[in-house]
Each structure stands twice: as C-alpha cells, then as structure tokens.
C-alpha cells in the first residue's frame, strides 16, 4: 500500500477565491477551460475547473508513490518547524488529512485489456461450429455425434443425415483433431453432401480412412473427391461402394488414381462401371504407384473393358489385391489375365469368382499361374470351369516349384475323385496348401 494525501472540498474552495481575487494572476480561457497562471508551480490538481472549482485528479500508482514519499519529507520539516514556533494550519494554507491509497482503487490498463480481449476457447473438436452449422442449414444436431467427436473411431452408419445434415458435419469436421476413421454409410448424402465432406478432406489432415458407401453421390459428387484426392495427403483408405458410378464418374478417378500415390485402398464395388469404365480404369490402374488393394466386384467389366483392366494390372507392381468378383471377364478376360499373372510380381491375392470362366479360360489362367511367383490366394467359385477346370488350376500350382499359392476356392464347384487324387499328392509338396470346393461329385452323375 502507499500513504498518499487526500485533500479535502473546504480546502479548495479558499484558493479558488484567492484566484479569482488576484488580478496579477488571472487566468487565460483556453477554449472554455480555465488555465493556471504560468507562475503558479503545478500542482496535483487538474488545469481545468468545474463551475468555479478546481477539480482534483486521481494519481497513478507511481505518482502515488512519489507523493508519498514526498509528503513523509514535508511532515518531518513541519515537525521541525512547529519545535520552532514555525507555521500553524490554518493561515491560509491547505488542511490535508491522512488517507491510505490502494491498488484495488484503480483499474489497472492489464486488467482492461483481459476484460476486452476475452476470447472464445479453441474448440479441437467443432462442437460449437456444428451447433451453428445446423443452426444455419436448418437441421438438428445428432446427439450422438455431439458426444463422440472426441472419439477416434466414430461409426454413423444409417443416420438418415441427408445432403444438408451431411454439410453441417463437413464444416465442423474442418477443424476436428480427433477422428481418424469416420463411417458414413447409407446416410443419402448424394452428390451434394458428397462434394461438402470432399472440400472437408481438402482441409483435414487427420482423416486417414472414410466410408462413404451407400450414398448415391454419382458422378457429382466422384468429380469433387476426385479433385479431392489430387490434394489430400493423409488418406488412405476409401470406400465409394454403391454410389451409382459409372463411366463418366471413371473419367474423373483416373487422374487422381494416377496423381496420387497416398491411397493405398479403394473400394469401387457395386457401381455401374461398365466396358468403357474398365478401360479408363485399367490405363489408370498401370500408372498408379500408391494402392494396395483394389475392389471392383458387382460391377458389368466384361469384354474389352476386362481385357484393358487385365493389361493394367500386367503393369502395376503395387497392388496386393483385387478384387474383379461378379463381374463378366468371361474367356477373353481369362486370356488377358494369363498375360497378367506372367508378368505381374507383386499381387497376392485375386478374386475372380462368378465371373462366367470356361474350362477354356480356366485353362489359361493356369498357363499364367505356372510362371507366377506372388499369388497366394485365389479364389475362382462359381464359375462353369467344371471339375477339370479346377484340376488344370492345381496342376499348374503343383508343377510351379516356386509358387507361393496357399489357398484355392472353387466354392459351388463339384470336382471329381480325379481331383481328389491330384490334391493329395500335391499336399506331400505344398503341404499348407488349403483348397476349398463344392464338393465330391457323385460316380452317376458324373457318368451322366
């Protein structure tokens, strides 16, 4: 604390006579403010007046302190002046009265500036923008979203959000830290809530896996996440199944397969990706140099579309799987493929299952698959190749001396005693191989 003066109303109002009475010293109006006289010292009051009255001025908490200190000098002079029968109070001079000054008197500019200067708390998660988000667009929140921001898995499969209720979570997922892997799955986001989470993946960096699937975003909303894909970094697994794509929606992927090299899964299963879609996907699939795994299943790839795929997936050395189930390679695709499982040292896994292969077309993918050091798992069921189909497979398997094939699948494929025989033996060799099938066919109807 600091001992500072307080001078009191009655002491004023003496000088402000004295002022008006003295004419050496009359004041000078400076724009309807009375000023002091240039020989009077300044002092603590202020250089204007109010209504005749000098107006005294609150110090600073310096000058409060020098005035103390000032003040405890001047008593020590008037205690030595009143042993002297020196001056008394009251001859015209100021009476003054202890007083105690401190700090909380004063606001202090600290003090200002943190009352003025408050800001809103940094939201990592995007609770509050989703909140005015859905304000904005007219939708109500999800309750469960609200509380699983913070989560870094966060599953909303089936929530009805709609294009609207899917931007409203696009702009809160901007500035969200937290989720790595978000499930959007059936919420009919269409092409327009599917280009609002594209311009969000352009801004989050944190968002590594995402499913859209089931979301009818059409070639709409494939243009936005292609451009998309051309931007972001981080993401590298996405899920675009069952979204209505078809070949116009494949010429706006193949750019960004090729120009990125972050990807590493996608999944483009139950679309409408015909012969021209193949082709464009497969110049595509030989230029890309980041996916792992590929899913094209429940698609209509047949004839030159599934000859061009063939032949990119002969010039990719990344991917690990594919996935070409339910489609229509039919014999041509199986010659193609052949080619493929030639040159190709890198997949390990290929689903070709349903995809109307001959005993023809069999036999030429076992043509590749003897030269074929990588593939380990392939999966062939349902496909009219027969029991001798199956049997010219796992032959070419038994003669390759360097095959890395554990597991065959020919579900739904009754195969005979024949093949029966082959397998055993070929166990004393590859004794982990697994093969799966339809099961034994009958001596009758095989005679039939």
């Not at 007083?99 to 408050?118: K, P, Q, Y």
């Not at 936005?224 to 069952?242: C, I, K, R, V």
């Not at 049997?391 to 699948?409: D, M, R």
Request: proline share 3%.
């Amino acid at each position: 604390m600091v001992v500072g003066k307080k001078v009191t109303k009655e002491s004023i109002l003496p000088l402000v006579c004295e002022d008006d009475g003295d004419e050496g010293g009359k004041e000078e109006d400076l724009g309807g403010i009375a000023s002091r006289p240039v020989s009077r010292p300044r002092s603590l009051y202020s250089r204007g007046s109010v209504d005749g009255q000098r107006v005294s001025r609150p110090p600073s908490q310096h000058q409060s302190t020098r005035m103390g200190l000032q003040d405890k000098d001047c008593a020590n002079e008037e205690d030595e002046g009143d042993e002297g029968g020196g001056i008394h109070p009251g001859d015209g001079q100021q009476q003054e009265e202890e007083c105690v000054i401190c700090d909380e008197d004063f606001d202090t500019d600290l003090e200002l500036d943190r009352f003025h200067n408050e800001r809103r708390a940094y939201d990592p998660t995007g609770q509050s923008s989703y909140r005015e988000a859905c304000k904005m667009l007219n939708v109500i929140p999800v309750s469960y979203f609200l509380r699983n921001m913070n989560q870094s898995e966060l599953n909303m499969m089936h929530y009805g959000l709609g294009s609207q209720g899917t931007k409203a979570l696009a702009i809160s997922m901007v500035t969200n830290t937290s989720i790595l892997k978000l499930n959007l799955q059936d919420n009919w986001m269409e092409g327009v809530g599917g280009a609002a989470i594209a311009d969000m993946l352009k801004e989050n960096c944190y968002i590594t896996e995402i499913d859209l699937s089931e979301n009818r975003v059409g070639e709409y909303g494939a243009r936005a996440l292609s451009s998309m894909l051309l931007e972001n970094s981080t993401l590298f697994s996405l899920n675009l199944s069952g979204n209505h794509l078809d070949e116009r929606a494949a010429r706006h992927l193949s750019p960004a397969l090729i120009g990125n090299q972050k990807l590493q899964h996608l999944d483009l299963s139950h679309n409408r990706f015909g012969d021209i879609a193949g082709e464009i996907l497969g110049a595509a699939i030989a230029e890309n140099t980041g996916m792992k795994s590929l899913n094209l299943a429940w698609n209509c790839i047949r004839g030159k579309g599934a000859i061009a795929f063939a032949k990119g997936l002969e010039g990719n050395i990344f991917l690990r799987t594919v996935d070409l189930s339910y489609n229509g390679l039919g014999k041509e695709g199986a010659v193609a493929l052949e080619e493929a499982l030639k040159h190709n040292n890198t997949l390990e896994d290929l689903n070709i299952s349903n995809n109307r292969i001959p005993l023809e077309g069999a036999i030429h993918l076992a043509l590749g698959l003897k030269l074929n050091t990588t593939l380990r798992i392939l999966k062939m069921s349902r496909n009219p190749m027969q029991s001798a189909g199956c049997f010219a497979i796992l032959k070419s398997v038994q003669a390759n001396p360097e095959t890395a094939v554990v597991f065959l699948e020919f579900s739904d494929i009754c195969v005979d005693q024949e093949f029966e025989d082959l397998f055993e033996s070929t166990k004393e060799t590859l004794p982990n191989l697994q093969v799966k099938h339809g099961g034994k066919m009958n001596a009758a109807l095989k005679k039939s």
